[in-house]
């Protein structure tokens, strides 16, 4: 499927074209000043991000999502499975708000207990698809309703975290034609489970493999290389392609180390420090997913896996569920509409002051 990706113009970007020369000012205008508003709009509404996390039970999802947010965002164990494994894959999503600065965080994160938890995972990944496009699906009949809101609630994936276990192997089959279908619809991130049960040789003999893996069977996945935008992007986007998957250890217990309360998971042999890079890549999980390419994983999100889906959706407009405030849009014309230039204005004019 081929990605729909908007480009910017000439005009819009960031260096002037030779088409567009700088107009040479005379004076402080003030357009600077845009930021300002742009920021102070922006906190006033709030951002929102809506993450799904997909891994077999027991890797630590839930703490790594506590850790990266440093906050109790979901329990150890959800509601109703304490002491039972789930018979089918059921889909699990909280919504808490996170505010650090006065900059508001609406964060909706969405579970996966009993993926790849049975003997026979045939299509196991169903339900994880359909409850994407079921997302994409509520905002399309919100947008293409004659009166709609201001703002259409955001409930889109716009970022899925894949746990593979530490096998220390290669990628399971079930994995490859997961993230396979996967990739097409979502931006996926691949991380290392519970790094620490690897040393440091055989995780980055790991990371190699899956590497390859993802190479042979033409998984792209986040950040894809085609939506490099210049050449800024290109740069960081390769250093954190050589990276992943990123090898990472969640922990929400701080420990004392040296005098400082730290991050960490207790073991016999001493204490794994979440945020040491020395320890795991934790730090660049949480650097991608919140400091640097948030609002890259929305955009994407928006501009290319949402249209797709509207795209293919809109071709099938007749099978569309006809909803309150549905409309059947009329053939385009072939030409524009006549609109009457002045001359005729003028005509009609003189004729009734004529009569």
């Known amino acids: 499927m081929d990605p729909l990706r908007w480009s910017s113009s000439p005009s819009s970007s960031g260096t002037s074209s030779p088409r567009t020369p700088p107009c040479e000012m005379l004076g402080y205008v003030g357009i600077e000043a845009v930021l300002d508003q742009l920021k102070i709009k922006a906190m006033k509404m709030g951002f929102e991000f809506n993450i799904m996390v997909v891994g077999q039970s027991g890797l630590g999802k839930s703490t790594m999502v506590n850790t990266l947010f440093k906050s109790k965002v979901w329990k150890s164990t959800p509601p109703g499975l304490v002491g039972t494994i789930a018979q089918t894959l059921q889909l699990h999503s909280v919504t808490h708000v996170i505010e650090e600065k006065g900059v508001k965080l609406k964060l909706t994160v969405t579970d996966t207990p009993g993926f790849g938890d049975q003997i026979n995972n045939d299509k196991c990944?169903?339900?994880?698809?359909?409850?994407?496009?079921?997302?994409?699906?509520?905002?399309?009949?919100?947008?293409?309703?004659?009166?709609?809101?201001?703002?259409?609630?955001?409930?889109?994936?716009?970022?899925?975290?894949?746990?593979?276990?530490?096998?220390?192997?290669?990628?399971?089959?079930?994995?490859?034609?997961?993230?396979?279908?996967?990739?097409?619809?979502?931006?996926?991130?691949?991380?290392?489970?519970?790094?620490d049960s690897l040393t440091i040789?055989?995780?980055?003999?790991?990371?190699?493999?899956?590497?390859?893996?993802?190479?042979?069977?033409?998984i792209d996945v986040y950040p894809q290389k085609c939506f490099d935008d210049d050449i800024n992007d290109r740069?960081?986007?390769?250093?954190?392609?050589?990276?992943?998957?990123?090898?990472?250890?969640?922990?929400?217990?701080?420990?004392?180390?040296?005098?400082?309360?730290?991050?960490?998971?207790?073991?016999?042999?001493?204490?794994?420090?979440?945020?040491?890079?020395?320890?795991?890549?934790?730090?660049?999980?949480?650097?991608?997913?919140?400091?640097?390419?948030?609002?890259?994983?929305?955009?994407?999100?928006?501009?290319?896996?949402?249209?797709n889906y509207r795209v293919c959706r809109l071709n099938e407009s007749d099978a569309l569920p006809r909803g309150p405030g549905w409309v059947k849009l009329a053939p385009a014309p072939t030409s524009p509409p006549a609109t009457p230039g002045p001359s005729k204005v003028r005509r009609r004019t003189q004729d009734n002051s004529t009569e």
């Open 235 to 307: 740069i960081l986007n390769s250093k954190i392609r050589e990276r992943i998957p990123f090898a990472v250890v969640g922990a929400d217990r701080e420990h004392l180390v040296n005098g400082k309360c730290v991050l960490g998971r207790k073991t016999k042999w001493g204490i794994v420090e979440v945020e040491n890079m020395a320890h795991c890549e934790f730090p660049l999980l949480r650097d991608l997913l919140i400091r640097s390419h948030l609002q890259d994983l929305k955009d994407i999100t928006h501009n290319v896996h949402y249209e």
């Open 125 to 195: 990944w169903d339900p994880i698809l359909n409850y994407i496009n079921e997302q994409y699906e509520k905002y399309l009949q919100e947008e293409i309703l004659i009166t709609r809101q201001r703002r259409i609630p955001d409930t889109r994936v716009h970022c899925c975290v894949y746990f593979v276990p530490p096998t220390g192997h290669c990628l399971r089959p079930l994995d490859i034609e997961f993230l396979q279908r996967l990739c097409q619809t979502v931006n996926v991130v691949p991380v290392i489970a519970r790094a």
């Open 201 to 218: 040789e055989e995780r980055e003999n790991f990371r190699r493999q899956i590497q390859h893996d993802l190479k042979t069977h033409c």
